[in-house]
């Protein structure tokens, strides 16, 4: 994936920081669909300089999607899991007492257990460099 962006900081060792307007689904084309909440989001990421742009530049950065789809896997796959797999547990003892209530509780438990624990791991994997700018396309922001 390659997007159109703005170097806003140097963040030394070779990494810049820019600013991209949050995309969605939708394209972002909100005059036709109106149901965006967020239309003006914007977000800062870290990237790798390969091209020598400086602050204020526009640049074209590419990101991995096979990073990204790791990272959303594991914030979303992993809580899914232990839910299911806790309420499955607390179903056990449940089938000879017949306690339903014992296998939400079991289920709600693994979910925070799983937020919990994918939470640090989530949060290093974030500050890792997902985009690379391979292109100065507009030096200083002069369009």
Avoid at 42 to 67: C, F, H, Q, R, Y
Avoid at 89 to 118: H, K, N, R, S
Wanted: with cysteine; hydrophobic share 45%; glycine share 10%.
């Amino acid at each position: 994936m390659t997007k159109e962006v703005k170097v806003t900081r140097s963040l030394g060792g070779g990494l810049v920081e820019i600013t991209m307007r949050r995309s969605s689904v939708c394209a972002v084309d909100c005059r036709d669909c109106a149901g965006c909440p967020h239309p003006e989001e914007w977000i800062t990421a870290p990237a790798l300089n390969k091209a020598g742009a400086s602050v204020g530049d526009s640049v074209t950065v590419e990101s991995g999607s096979g990073a990204v789809l790791s990272l959303a896997a594991l914030t979303y796959l992993v809580p899914a899991v232990l839910l299911v797999a806790g309420c499955i547990l607390g179903g056990i003892p449940a089938e000879t007492y017949d306690i339903p209530a014992l296998q939400a509780l079991t289920g709600l438990l693994a979910l925070a257990a799983g937020v919990l624990l994918i939470l640090p791991v989530n949060k290093r994997l974030r500050r890792k460099t997902f985009f690379t700018v391979v292109n100065i396309t507009d030096p200083s922001g002069t369009e």
